[in-house]
């Protein structure tokens, strides 16, 4: 049984702060997601990546296979960053396996 | 943008009363899934359907849940006959497969919440 921990569960910062939320998994996966949860419940898919890194404006994935861990990175955070960030693991299926959440909150 | 969409926003209900949500996936989508998060937990999964079937439920869906894919657009969640337990916020997905064994993101709707009383 995969399970998925992230850490940590709450992250406070100042605007502009570099900010990184990790992900191991205990199984080997296909894929890895990262997704951002808005107050309202809404959920929003960033990032899926099965190996090395990938960009997109100020946020950066990265995944270790060997390790079985992923990171999201964001640069320069900002308040409209705040928000729950859950990172989800797929195996040979198309069923994604939940993180906790990471719930974010940068202050101005 | 596309994007998949979901009605009720909310539903109250009392206990035993059965209930349905509707989802409207991404339109060229083939990969549609029902998941749910009771309030400050994790989201779980709870059935993927695929080619009209169900392709895999978790041990939460029992028989007191079932899918369907009604017409060309809709795809359903009914519960028979709820739980308080089965309060939660219910989220449908979509993804487009483009070939067997290559996995997409998963698009979200934005919730039903789902109370029971």
């Known amino acids: 049984k995969n399970e998925v921990e992230q850490s940590p569960q709450n992250l406070t910062a100042q605007e502009g702060e570099f900010i990184t939320i990790n992900c191991s998994y205990s199984v080997g996966i296909s894929a890895l997601h990262w997704l951002q949860q808005h107050p309202g419940g809404g959920i929003v898919s960033l990032f899926m990546?099965?190996?090395g890194k990938k960009k997109h404006g100020r946020l950066i994935a990265t995944i270790n296979i060997q390790e079985k861990h992923s990171s999201l990175h964001i640069t320069a955070s900002h308040p409209r960053d705040s928000a729950v960030y859950i990172c989800?693991?797929?195996?040979?299926?198309?069923?994604?396996?939940f993180g906790t959440g990471t719930r974010l909150q940068v202050f101005p | 943008e596309p994007e998949v969409t979901q009605t009720p926003s909310h539903q109250v209900t009392q206990m035993g009363q059965e209930v349905i949500l509707r989802c409207v996936p991404i339109?060229?989508?083939?990969?549609f899934y029902w998941y749910r998060q009771i309030l400050g937990q994790k989201v779980e999964f709870l059935v993927s359907?695929?080619?009209?079937?169900?392709?895999?439920k978790s041990e939460i869906f029992d028989d007191q849940f079932s899918v369907e894919r009604p017409d060309g657009s809709n795809f359903t969640l009914k519960i028979r006959s709820t739980k308080l337990e089965d309060s939660a916020m219910y989220f449908c997905?979509?993804?487009?497969?483009?070939?067997?064994?290559?996995?997409?993101?998963?698009?979200f709707g934005p919730g039903t919440r789902l109370t029971v009383l």
């Open positions: 990546l099965s190996s």
């Open positions: 359907f695929y080619n009209n079937e169900i392709s895999e």
């Open positions: 989800a693991a797929q195996h040979n299926t198309d069923k994604l396996i």
């Open positions: 997905a979509s993804s487009y497969v483009a070939r067997f064994g290559s996995y997409n993101e998963q698009f």
């Open positions: 339109s060229n989508h083939l990969y």
